[in-house]
């Protein structure tokens, strides 16, 4: 990503990735150019069109912020804001 990437109408988020998003990456956090009044959806769109190899995964992933799941069509502005942890977490199964 370079400075062409940023608009007054964008911003830069950094999102932490777990499981196998983590795993098909191959990073645990990417920095991602999105809308500056992003909210989860556009937000996994956003890594859908940065990563379209693992679209299925990120469509079915939740956001959560800090330590707390948030809905699709909740706003980040202000963990952007004040640089809380957005994390992409995969469904997961155990037993």
Do not use: W
Request: glycine share 8%.
């Amino acid at each position: 990503m370079d400075s062409t990437d940023y608009t007054p109408d964008r911003r830069v988020v950094t999102v932490r990735l777990f499981a196998g998003v983590r795993e098909a990456i191959g990073q645990e956090y990417v920095a991602i150019s999105c809308p500056a009044m992003v909210t989860a959806d556009q937000l996994k769109s956003s890594l859908m069109d940065h990563y379209p190899e693992i679209a299925a995964l990120v469509k079915r992933s939740r956001v959560a912020v800090g330590h707390a799941f948030i809905g699709d069509n909740d706003r980040l502005d202000s963990a952007c804001d004040t640089g809380t942890t957005i994390a992409l977490i995969p469904p997961v199964s155990g037993g």
